[in-house]
């Protein structure tokens, strides 16, 4: 188990470009979340997926921005026409079907976006 | 309102010493949790302790607890004998199980640095 990974770690674009993020969660966990946090902030709640569907999407989540989970596995974020103040680290995280008391979410690495 | 405040934005402390991270929060669910996270400067959220609005014990792992005053809507989280690893962000979360569901809100954090 190599927990969550994220996919591309840096990523730089020119204003007005589309980018597309990745996201392996872990393996059986049919939970997976997309936060963005920009500088000296926490994260902030972007989406959510329960196996394939889409159940819960943020006000932060704007007409350029697209996530999809096709098959209950990987999900990939993108963003279209980005803006400079896109520039952030966008992180996943998965969990579990409920299991125990905690269900914490287990968070990748993040993908860091800068936009110029 | 800030559903998650932590009023500090910088924390010292001796390495071996404890010391004491503050959270309030505000919710009008009666089920939720609180959880804290750990972001070193590689960016991965770690999981650290969670705390659940029904739990009559104060949570604990290792050398982390959390002081649980729930009438004050407080969730400290106190590291004992701090080691220089500890060095890190420290994000206080809540998840409303009523109001939202999945997600997580997170406050803004607090830069805790752990010196020799």
Redesign the interface.
Known sequence: DTGVSQNPRHKITKRGQNVTFRCDPISEHN?L?W?RQTL??????LT?F?NEAQ??K?RLLSDRFSAERPKGSFSTLEIQRTEQGDSA?Y?C?S?PPRQG??????????T?LTVT | AQKITQTQPGMFVQEKEAVTLDCTYDTSDQSYGLFWYKQPSSGEMIFLIYQGSYDEQNATEGRYSLNFQKARKSANLVISASQLGDSAMYFCAMREWETSGSRLTFGEGTQLTVNP
């Open positions: 939970r979340y936060y000296g902030q926490g994260p902030e709640f959510y329960q159940l819960e943020s680290m992180l995280a969990s008391p905690t269900y914490e979410q287990y968070f990748g690495p993040g860091r």
